[in-house]
């Protein structure tokens, strides 16, 4: 596995073993640093009289804050006894994890707040110590968050007068369902079966139903031509490239909110790559196979499909970064004109900024993770869903734990919670390239991204782009996505929608509460920094999509007649009906 740094000695491969071995009892996470983290935070601390002076009178404010307020709550508490008509105090912090009026009473509220507070110190403590390198900084923050997550009086059946009074009123009968509900979680997991209530969608039934036929099959992915729903298609098809670390059909979910079926009813072509979920067979798949295999394969049969008409091609986060590599090669070769325009989904271009996921990656603990996919060969699905399920811990564990295991129901499945839950594995080799190239090194940014041994450059690039961010995203931060703008001189229509990875991205027409700000830098034009940008861009109400098919529209030709399915004389003959085969591998 190149750029994995495998052993070539027996001592190293020992070194290699015992550090799978330490991956397997830590969780995959690197002992080592977070030690270095601490350390690091630790011994700056220590020698800061300037910011532990402030820590101490932080905690000095905040007793006397919770002193007070603890007070006044006892008083209005008697006086709601005797009076029924006092009010609780105004609470000092305010978090919508306690914004039922349950937890404004007495002496949960005061628990609330002391549990707040010492939220907050540990956030101060850990941020802007003088002399602490910025990523030890973040991780040390992101530590405390979990920890101190873990400790919130929600959590617990006694302090959480949500859970206390559902237990009354139904004589613990909750809890024997929460029992229940555990125990099924529990055994579900160790069988490796998804979460409860998946079974009500499945894939080719109510999910990813939209017509279609496999066209091509290669050792990495499946290419799916859907079938026109109108009499006329725009010319020049659409190709979709979706990220290797989740299923396609997040962009061909339901009926009602398929990017997919939204694309083809209205007059397009549309293609998309369907990845394999790959196993310990396909280890050696690297970055360059899933670009020769993957998208310079899919190109070349709908070339052969759709003959003499350049491809608008369209990339969904890592599949975006991949497909921005293949636009900066097809430039570097002189084949950029087979090529109509690029749209990137809450894809980055330069990891600077990578958001925090960037909490998981560095020198120690990519080479764990190498260590233990040396074995493996293949990253787990669950090991990428624990990470970003820690990201937001009190969102996709606590809350839910409460209401299914405290609180005794569960939470209604929708088709995105159950597609999420169908993650896919990652070959050794390819996912070793990627945090190393990509995140660790950021090479293509600095234009030493290599392609057939060649650098590549976003900087040659003049292909008309649009670029969607999401204001929620914690996967790719939109300051992050919006870095575009300074790496191609290309023409770039930039939408910043609301909600957040795929909620933001899945995002049909008829949701009121949905709003997007758009604008469009010209080709050549300056780069306003994104706090500028953010301020002058155009708000508008609904979803980006209508946006985006207009915008696909002022870039395509005249509707003809649609093409063929396949095609046969040219090697590209029909396999399967949609969704195809690779889609269901588990």
Known sequence: MTDSKQPSNPYANLDLQAQATLAQLTGS???QSLALAWMDWASHLSSAPGKLTELTQL????ANALSNYTRESLVAANQQHFTHAAKAPEPPLEDRRFSDPLWQQFPYNVMAQAYLMNQRWWDVATRDVRGVDPHHADVLNFIARQLTDTLSPANLLLTN??????????????????????????????????????????VGRNLATCEGEVVLRTPVMELIQYRPKTEKVHPEPILLVPAWIMKYYILDLSPHNSLVRYLVENGHTVFCISWKNPGPAERELGMDDYLKQGFNAALDAIQAIVPNRKVHTTGYCLGGSLLAIAVAALTRDGQADRLASMTLFAAQTDF??????????????????????????????????????????????????????LIGDRQPMIDLMAWNADATRMPARMHAQYLRRLFLNNELAASRYRVDGRPVTLLNVTLPTFCV???????????????????TPAE???????????????????????????????????????????????????SWWPEWLAWLKARSSEPVKPPTMGAPRKGYKPLA??????????
């Open 29 to 31: 996470l690197s002992p």
């Open 59 to 62: 905690a000095l404010l905040q």
């Open 161 to 202: 007068p949500i859970a206390t009074r559902r237990t009354i009123a139904e004589n613990g009968a909750n809890l024997l369902r929460g029992m229940k509900h555990f125990m099924e979680d529990l055994q579900r997991q160790r069988l490796g079966d998804p979460p409860s209530g998946s079974d009500e969608f499945q």
């Open 352 to 405: 600077t900024e990578p958001g925090e996921i960037s909490l998981f990656i560095d020198e120690s603990q990519v080479s764990m993770l190498e260590a233990e996919m040396a074995q493996a060969g293949y990253l787990r699905a669950d090991q990428m869903a624990g990470a970003f399920q820690m990201l937001r811990s009190y969102d996709l564990l606590w809350s839910k734990m409460v209401q299914e295991y």
């Open 469 to 487: 961010g999401t204001t929620t995203d914690h996967v790719a931060p939109w300051r992050s996505v919006y870095k575009l703008h300074g790496l």
């Open 492 to 542: 770039i229509t930039f939408v910043l929608t609301s909600g957040g990875h795929n909620a933001g991205i899945v995002n049909p027409p008829g949701n009121p509460r949905r709003r997007y700000q758009v604008a469009t830098r010209p080709a050549n034009g300056p780069v306003p920094l994104p706090e500028e940008w953010q301020a002058t861009a155009e708000l508008r109400e609904g």
């Open 577 to 586: 009906k949609a969704p195809g085969t690779y889609v269901l591998e588990r």
